[in-house]
């Protein structure tokens, strides 16, 4: 008697969220470092002073700022994949972008959302400090309207995200064909 194996493949649901890396806000971080430089260089050729400790408690605000505003920025920008090949609305890529700079304007959150059938291209753009520290901005365009819809900047490995995408697009690219 023959014996037949069957291979059932169960699709089960996707969902992956990427964010900017820390990293990628090397310029901010490189500012704060060069102030509290500045404000040591202030104490040092002007000590006892009375004014130096303002340019010192001056120097740490704007430097709180400054890593406040890194926080809030990457915390509130997400590039997420959502396949569920058991609901259609939740196969999809999303970009998801807060400023915190304009927290009472209407461009306070902006959300795009392409479903993964749409997509057309998926590019990544370098700066050479970027490929350094292996981040890159991965952007999206989709057959709606030809342009780059979606601009996710600073993704840590972004070629792995690309290849992932890329992966669950063509899972609906050739069911579309079919």
């Known amino acids: 008697m023959l014996r037949k194996e069957v291979n059932i493949i169960i699709m089960e649901a996707f969902y992956k969220t990427y964010k900017p890396a820390w990293r990628s806000f090397y310029k901010l971080l490189f500012l704060a470092l060069i ?10 050729f002007k000590p006892g002073e009375a004014w130096v400790k303002w340019v010192w408690i001056a120097a740490i605000i704007v430097d709180a700022c400054i890593i406040l505003y890194i926080t809030a920025k990457r915390l509130t920008m997400s590039l997420i994949l959502r396949d569920n090949p058991e609901k259609i609305e939740d196969q999809e890529i999303a970009f998801i972008e807060c400023n915190p700079l304009k927290p009472f304007s209407s461009d306070f959150r902006k959300s795009i959302e392409i479903g993964l059938s749409n997509i057309v291209h998926i590019e990544i753009k370098q700066s050479m400090m970027q490929m350094l ?8 365009t989709s057959s709606g309207t030809g342009t780059e819809e979606i601009k996710a900047p600073n993704i840590p490995n972004p070629q792995a995200v690309c290849d992932e995408i890329q992966l669950h697009a063509r899972r609906y690219a050739k069911s579309a064909e079919a």
């Open 133 to 140: 520290m292996r981040v890159g901005n991965v952007i999206v």
């Open 35 to 44: 102030i509290l430089v500045l404000a040591g260089l202030v104490n040092y």
